[in-house]
C-alpha cells in the first residue's frame, strides 16, 4: 500500500534537503512518489492504480503519496505545478518527472524502464 509522506518522512525516507545540497537518495529500493491533492479528478483516478501498482511490486518498489495541499514546502521543492505529478526515484541516479494522470500500462513502463532496468 502506498504510505503518505510528511516532510518529516520524506527526509528519513527520499531524500533530506537540509543535510545535503546534492540529491542523495535516502531509501533503500527505487519509489515513485504521487503528488496529489484530495479535490483533484485526475489524482482520484491515479489513485487506485498507484495502491495496485504498490501491491505488484511489493519488495521491489516503495510507493509514495504525497498531498500538496498538506505538504506545500515539498510541493514548490519539485516545482509541482500541475496534478498528479509522479516522480520517478531510481535507488541510484537523478529521479524523473512524470506529470498528468498515466494509465496503468504506462506507469507500469515506467517503473520497469526507469526503476528497475537502472539496478
Known amino acids: 500500500m502506498a504510505e503518505n509522506l510528511t516532510t518529516g518522512t520524506f527526509k528519513s525516507k527520499v ?8 540529491w542523495k537518495f535516502e531509501g533503500s529500493r ?8 484530495p479535490w483533484c479528478g485526475p489524482c482520484r483516478m491515479v489513485g487506485p492504480v498507484i495502491e ?8 521491489k518498489v516503495d510507493f509514495y503519496k504525497i498531498n500538496t495541499d498538506e505538504e506545500q514546502e515539498l510541493a514548490a521543492m519539485f516545482g509541482i505545478r500541475s496534478i498528479p505529478s509522479l516522480l520517478f526515484v531510481p535507488a541510484d ?7 498528468g494522470a498515466l494509465p496503468k500500462e504506462a506507469l507500469r513502463e515506467a517503473v520497469e524502464k526507469e526503476l528497475l532496468q537502472a539496478v
Open 15 to 22: 531524500f533530506d534537503f537540509e543535510k545535503n545540497k546534492e
Open 30 to 37: 527505487p519509489c515513485v512518489i504521487d503528488f496529489w491533492a
Open 52 to 59: 495496485e501498482l504498490s501491491k505488484e511490486y511489493e519488495g
Open 93 to 99: 541516479g537523478q529521479p524523473r518527472m512524470a506529470v
